[in-house]
Protein backbone atom coordinates (compact mmCIF):
# COMPACT_ATOMS: atom_id res chain seq x y z
CA UNK A 1 0.00 0.00 0.00
CA UNK A 2 0.68 3.50 -0.51
CA UNK A 3 -0.39 6.46 1.15
CA UNK A 4 -0.48 10.25 -0.34
CA UNK A 5 -0.23 13.61 0.86
CA UNK A 6 -0.31 16.46 -1.34
CA UNK A 7 0.79 19.98 -0.82
CA UNK A 8 1.49 23.06 -2.51
CA UNK A 9 -1.76 24.52 -3.27
CA UNK A 10 -2.96 28.21 -2.79
CA UNK A 11 -4.18 30.87 -4.37
CA UNK A 12 -2.52 32.56 -7.48
CA UNK A 13 -3.28 35.49 -9.75
CA UNK A 14 -3.59 34.04 -13.69
CA UNK A 15 -0.80 33.70 -15.36
CA UNK A 16 1.39 32.45 -11.87
CA UNK A 17 3.15 29.45 -11.08
CA UNK A 18 2.27 26.76 -8.60
CA UNK A 19 3.95 23.89 -7.72
CA UNK A 20 2.06 20.95 -6.38
CA UNK A 21 3.51 18.00 -4.40
CA UNK A 22 2.59 14.52 -3.83
CA UNK A 23 4.50 12.77 -1.26
CA UNK A 24 4.25 9.28 -0.84
CA UNK A 25 5.10 6.79 1.95
CA UNK A 26 6.25 3.30 1.48
CA UNK A 27 9.25 1.65 0.11
CA UNK A 28 7.26 0.39 -3.09
CA UNK A 29 6.99 3.91 -4.27
CA UNK A 30 8.59 4.03 -7.15
CA UNK A 31 6.66 0.54 -8.85
CA UNK A 32 3.20 2.98 -8.98
CA UNK A 33 2.19 4.87 -11.59
CA UNK A 34 0.85 8.61 -10.59
CA UNK A 35 -1.90 10.52 -11.68
CA UNK A 36 -3.05 13.80 -10.97
CA UNK A 37 -6.54 14.73 -11.07
CA UNK A 38 -8.66 18.01 -10.31
CA UNK A 39 -12.48 18.48 -8.96
CA UNK A 40 -13.96 21.69 -9.40
CA UNK A 41 -17.35 22.38 -7.66
CA UNK A 42 -20.05 21.29 -9.79
CA UNK A 43 -18.08 19.59 -12.05
CA UNK A 44 -16.96 15.85 -12.52
CA UNK A 45 -13.46 14.61 -11.16
CA UNK A 46 -11.10 15.45 -14.59
CA UNK A 47 -7.37 13.81 -15.30
CA UNK A 48 -5.54 15.98 -15.40
CA UNK A 49 -1.59 14.49 -15.54
CA UNK A 50 0.14 11.43 -15.34
CA UNK A 51 3.77 9.48 -15.10
CA UNK A 52 4.19 6.04 -15.31
CA UNK A 53 6.69 4.25 -12.45
CA UNK A 54 9.38 3.77 -14.46
CA UNK A 55 9.26 7.91 -15.87
CA UNK A 56 9.65 7.18 -19.51
CA UNK A 57 6.17 8.16 -19.98
CA UNK A 58 4.02 10.95 -19.61
CA UNK A 59 0.61 12.07 -20.01
CA UNK A 60 -1.52 15.41 -20.24
CA UNK A 61 -4.71 16.71 -20.86
CA UNK A 62 -4.92 18.89 -23.46
CA UNK A 63 -6.26 21.38 -21.34
CA UNK A 64 -2.79 21.34 -19.68
CA UNK A 65 -0.20 20.68 -22.50
CA UNK A 66 2.07 23.23 -22.72
CA UNK A 67 1.55 25.01 -19.43
CA UNK A 68 1.54 21.55 -16.73
CA UNK A 69 4.84 19.58 -16.43
CA UNK A 70 4.88 16.18 -14.29
CA UNK A 71 7.71 14.67 -13.13
CA UNK A 72 9.04 12.48 -10.56
CA UNK A 73 11.91 12.15 -7.78
CA UNK A 74 11.71 8.30 -6.49
CA UNK A 75 14.77 8.49 -4.18
CA UNK A 76 12.24 11.35 -1.66
CA UNK A 77 9.28 9.11 -2.88
CA UNK A 78 7.23 13.00 -4.40
CA UNK A 79 6.02 13.80 -7.49
CA UNK A 80 5.83 17.14 -8.47
CA UNK A 81 3.34 18.70 -10.86
CA UNK A 82 4.24 22.85 -11.80
CA UNK A 83 1.89 24.29 -12.81
CA UNK A 84 2.27 27.44 -15.17
CA UNK A 85 0.22 30.24 -17.17
CA UNK A 86 -2.75 29.52 -14.75
CA UNK A 87 -6.18 30.60 -16.12
CA UNK A 88 -8.86 31.12 -14.04
CA UNK A 89 -10.29 27.89 -15.27
CA UNK A 90 -7.78 25.68 -13.15
CA UNK A 91 -9.50 26.18 -9.56
CA UNK A 92 -10.16 23.31 -8.09
CA UNK A 93 -9.02 20.87 -5.94
CA UNK A 94 -6.18 18.61 -7.08
CA UNK A 95 -5.25 15.19 -6.18
CA UNK A 96 -2.88 12.85 -7.07
CA UNK A 97 -3.56 9.20 -7.37
CA UNK A 98 -1.22 6.20 -7.25
CA UNK A 99 -1.66 2.63 -9.52
CA UNK A 100 0.49 -0.30 -9.47
CA UNK A 101 3.05 -0.97 -11.72
CA UNK A 102 0.48 0.36 -14.19
CA UNK A 103 0.62 2.18 -18.20
CA UNK A 104 -0.18 5.79 -17.66
CA UNK A 105 -3.54 6.63 -18.37
CA UNK A 106 -6.66 9.16 -17.36
CA UNK A 107 -9.03 5.86 -16.92
CA UNK A 108 -6.54 3.96 -14.48
CA UNK A 109 -7.32 2.34 -11.08
CA UNK A 110 -5.75 4.63 -9.23
CA UNK A 111 -6.69 2.71 -5.65
CA UNK A 112 -4.90 5.24 -3.90
CA UNK A 113 -5.73 8.81 -3.41
CA UNK A 114 -4.42 11.19 -1.95
CA UNK A 115 -6.76 13.99 0.49
CA UNK A 116 -6.64 17.01 -2.36
CA UNK A 117 -4.82 20.62 -2.18
CA UNK A 118 -7.21 23.27 -3.35
CA UNK A 119 -5.60 25.83 -6.28
CA UNK A 120 -7.49 29.33 -6.83
CA UNK A 121 -6.44 31.12 -9.90
CA UNK A 122 -8.01 34.43 -10.11
CA UNK A 123 -8.68 36.87 -12.91
Known amino acids: QVQLVESGGGLVQAGGSLRLSCAAS????????IGWFRQAPGKEREFVAG????????YYADSVKGRFTISRDNAKNTVYLQMSSLKPEDTATYYC????????????????WGQGTQVTVSS
Open 51 to 58: IDYSERTT
Open 97 to 112: AADYLAVVSPSGRYDY
Open 26 to 33: GRTFSYYT
